[in-house]
């Protein structure tokens, strides 16, 4: 067998050209974390179905370099740090990276790892396909209506770290300021967090939105806020949405009062719809008239739920894929968690991570190989062929191990 430091010596780096496009090269190498937990399991079988697509895609005459970087329990144990640097630092230079689920400590001192990856590469966008595969199971009496793709704002809003504990110094200094400076009424047993939410965040967030509606012939980019009580957060949100619209993308898209005023309510069937719903209405609106949705931008605490809430419709967030993606980086992950109780059984589902692949070969513009991989994928579940988690949800299927399920995927291609 090659070693890894012949393998990597055949490989070339993706760069990222003036224009914001990659220039990917026959060989790229592609930094991976296992993941903790099933991670390993679902690797070893994702990455087989990688490779074999990209080898009958392209006849042998392109490869991914696979180069193993580490994060969470592995990293801590090789490096002593849950995020070394040094992994930081291969995916800022290789451009593109796929990654396992990992480990977050529980305790005080030490934020999520995926939120400190998404925060040091400054990987703006969490994209998150959510589409419907025939077969599985579902809670929707009409799961193939949904077809949406989210767009959630990856480093500011409350998940930007800013708070402190209550009977902190700092905290106590923070309630202080605000009570006696800024008119505030906070209890002082109040642990404290701060919201920020940016121009420049906002709009480079929706700015992506409206591109992939674009690119993609989407119907419609809806923003999704709490602007009705956080006015000037959420609300500042959903009016940088609109501005940008307006100002960037005049001649592609309309919004709702445009459509009404000048079409009669139909939208011309070359322009993309801008429009906004309140959060608590839109988790009734997805459940009730999905079809009327297609890209949703939203800021992050409520781009974390509805993602999870709308996977949930379509068969779990086993079949969930996901990507980090910033203007320099992106990195794609399974967005499940980590599972460790079945870990090393060759049980659990590989098709997040299987997916999230599909996403990251379509964002290296290998679309032929991305698109093997989900029909092959949708094929094999259309036969029942699935592993225990959607198995024990339908009549007649077969039961197969992680490593199999890759196997028929990859027999289907």
């Known amino acids: 067998m090659q070693s890894v430091q012949s393998?990597?010596?055949?490989?070339?780096?993706?760069?990222?050209?003036?224009?914001?496009?990659?220039?990917?090269?026959?060989?790229?190498?592609?930094?991976?974390?296992?993941?903790?937990?099933?991670?390993?399991?679902?690797?070893?079988?994702?990455?087989?179905?990688?490779?074999?697509?990209?080898?009958?895609?392209?006849?042998?005459q392109r490869s991914i370099v696979w180069k193993e970087v580490y994060a969470g329990e592995k990293a801590n144990k090789l490096c002593g740090s849950w995020l070394p640097d040094d992994t930081v630092k291969d995916i800022a230079e290789y451009i593109v990276a796929i990654k396992g689920p990992l480990t977050t400590p529980v305790g005080g001192g030490f934020r999520s790892?995926?939120?400190?990856?998404?925060?040091?590469?400054?990987?703006?966008?969490?994209?998150?396909?959510?589409?419907?595969?025939?077969?599985?199971?579902?809670?929707?009496?009409?799961?193939?209506?949904?077809?949406?793709?989210?767009?959630?704002?990856?480093?500011?809003?409350?998940?930007?770290?800013?708070?402190?504990?209550?009977?902190?110094?700092?905290?106590?200094?923070?309630?202080?300021?605000?009570?006696?400076?800024?008119?505030?009424?906070?209890?002082?047993d109040s642990g404290i967090g701060i919201?920020?939410?940016?121009?420049?965040?906002?709009?480079?967030?929706?700015?992506?939105?409206?591109?992939?509606?674009?690119?993609?012939?989407?119907?419609?980019?809806?923003?999704?806020?709490?602007?009705?009580?956080?006015?000037y957060t959420e609300g500042?949100?959903?009016e940088w949405g609109y501005e940008l619209a307006k100002t960037e993308f005049r001649e592609q898209v309309l919004t709702e009062a445009e459509v009404a005023e000048k079409y009669g309510g139909v939208v011309p069937k070359d322009k993309v719809l801008v429009k906004d719903r309140i959060a608590d209405a839109m988790f009734q609106q997805v459940l009730l008239r999905p079809s009327e949705y297609s890209v949703l931008a939203m800021p992050n605490l409520n781009g974390d739920y509805m993602s999870d809430a709308l996977a949930a419709q379509i068969g779990g967030l086993g079949i969930a894929p996901g990507g980090n993606i910033g203007d320099k980086a992106a990195v794609f992950e399974a967005t499940h968690g980590t599972a460790p109780k079945y870990a090393n059984q060759d049980k659990v589902?590989?098709?997040s991570l299987i997916l999230s692949g599909v996403m990251m070969l379509e964002h290296m513009g290998w679309g032929e190989a991305s698109a093997l991989i989900e029909g092959a994928l949708s094929k094999t579940i259309k036969r029942k062929?699935?592993?225990?988690?959607?198995?024990?949800?339908?009549?007649?299927?077969?039961?197969?191990?992680?490593?199999?399920?890759?196997?028929?995927?990859i027999g289907g291609m």
Request: aromatic letters at 10%.
């Open 7 to 60: 393998k990597l010596k055949k490989g070339q780096k993706i760069v990222v050209q003036k224009n914001g496009d990659l220039k990917v090269p026959e060989h790229p190498i592609i930094p991976f974390i296992e993941g903790d937990g099933t991670g390993p399991d679902i690797w070893k079988a994702a990455v087989r179905v990688f490779d074999g697509a990209v080898e009958i895609a392209y006849g042998g």
């Open 113 to 188: 790892v995926n939120v400190a990856l998404r925060q040091k590469l400054d990987l703006y966008a969490c994209v998150r396909p959510v589409k419907y595969f025939e077969g599985v199971p579902s809670p929707m009496k009409r799961p193939q209506d949904i077809d949406m793709v989210v767009f959630r704002e990856n480093t500011e809003d409350v998940y930007a770290g800013y708070e402190w504990q209550v009977g902190t110094k700092e905290g106590a200094k923070v309630i202080d300021f605000l009570n006696k400076k800024m008119g505030c009424q906070i209890r002082e």
């Open 195 to 231: 919201k920020p939410m940016s121009e420049f965040g906002s709009k480079r967030l929706i700015r992506r939105a409206i591109r992939y509606a674009i690119d993609h012939r989407r119907s419609s980019v809806t923003l999704v806020h709490k602007g009705n009580i956080m006015k």
């Open 236 to 238: 500042a949100f959903k």
């Open 349 to 351: 589902n590989p098709s």
């Open 385 to 409: 062929i699935v592993t225990y988690d959607f198995a024990r949800q339908m009549e007649g299927a077969t039961v197969v191990k992680c490593s199999d399920f890759a196997d028929e995927v």
